[in-house]
């Protein structure tokens, strides 16, 4: 009989509801607890279904607990850094959602402690396991269109997020095209060798006061010679526009948006399409629930995560040189990062 692995989350917001959630499905999963900022009323409730032993506002309390084997961090970018140092000196395995932090010389530093622990550490890049860019990357290793050229990735949201969580996200590079910086390397199979980002506020003028961007185009060259573009929006009025395309030699290899139905009306006027999803956790819901089951099967076979704490570093230092472009009009070589 199979020992169920206890689990604690840290940060019940959205995500972290969404992992609980999903928790419910696994039959080797124990959700012991969740800890927040406050103990709200409404946390209680929401809580009460899963019978948890610990409902808190302390996540110490979770990572003492000796029937905790995992933390899962749902928690601000800007508390990732001590909690994770905590749950690794207490021998804890990590899910982390991104980015690790908000610099990736703090990240470094973790990496190092992290791999002389030996937990298993996964990083929460949802999209590697989105059954399109899964396929994608399987086709790449099949040598499917051989030598890749050009890599193309969209990654445009339906509508911008308020002010208040562009001011604490880390700016569009770390919060938003991170995903499409781990996506790029996880594609192409390569290191991203040099990276070159313009930048501008097209969607609203309030981000750009706060000192971000909500437009970009960051090209990038890799280190087996292929090149990437990526083009990132916060807003695409028609909804969440996630596409990619990668060129090869031997021929091309594209994931279209997913849609709700591939129903298509023509007529003599027009010819009609639903439109993309319009919410992230529509368009990737699938994904949130696999990255789940991949990480506590890490944990149960001893076997290294499917994203680890260097993918969440590699990342960063993209992000990281993304801004530095951005900022200085030139390109940036990785390897004076």
């Known amino acids: 009989m199979t020992t169920k692995i206890g689990i604690g989350i840290v940060g019940v917001g959205r995500i972290g509801r969404l992992h609980a959630e999903h928790m419910k499905k696994h039959s080797n999963i124990e959700l012991i607890g ?59 395995h990590i899910f ?25 550490f996964q990083v929460g890049f949802n999209r590697r396991f989105d059954h399109n860019f899964y396929k994608v990357r399987q086709l790449m290793d099949n040598n499917k269109i051989g030598q890749p050229h050009i890599i193309k990735i ?11 969580y562009i001011e604490a996200s880390g700016g569009m590079f770390m919060d ?41 185009i960051i090209t990038l060259r890799f280190a087996n010679g292929a090149l990437g573009v990526i083009d990132n929006s916060r807003k695409a009025a028609y909804g969440y526009d996630q596409r990619v395309e990668v060129l090869g030699e031997k021929g091309s290899i594209s994931v279209e948006n997913d849609v709700p139905t591939t129903v298509k009306i023509s007529t003599e006027q027009s010819i009609e399409t639903d439109h993309p999803k319009y919410f992230f956790l529509d368009r990737y819901i699938e994904s949130y629930e696999v990255e789940v089951e991949q990480f506590i099967q890490s944990i149960m076979n001893g076997a290294p995560s499917p994203v680890t704490v260097v993918d969440g570093y590699e990342a960063e230092r993209i992000a990281y040189a993304a801004r530095l472009s951005l900022l200085q009009g030139k390109v940036i070589h990785m390897n004076e990062i």
């Open 34 to 92: 969740v800890s927040d900022v406050q103990v709200t009323e409404e946390l209680l409730k929401w809580s009460e279904p899963f019978n948890l032993s610990i409902v808190t506002d302390n996540y110490m309390e979770l990572i003492q607990d000796e029937r905790v084997k995992a933390i899962f961090i749902c928690s601000p970018t800007n508390t990732h850094i001590d909690i994770i140092k905590a749950a690794v000196a207490h021998n804890k």
């Open 96 to 120: 982390c959602e991104k980015p690790i932090s908000f610099h990736y010389q703090d990240t470094k530093q973790l990496l190092e402690l992290v791999q002389q622990s030996g937990i298993i």
């Open 154 to 164: 969209t990654s445009r949201d339906p509508a911008p997020p308020p002010a208040s």
């Open 176 to 216: 938003m095209s991170i995903h499409d910086f781990d996506m790029a390397r996880y594609i192409s199979g390569s290191e991203v060798e040099t990276v070159f980002a313009e930048g501008a506020v097209l969607v609203d003028p309030s981000i750009g006061e706060l000192g971000d961007i909500d437009t970009a």
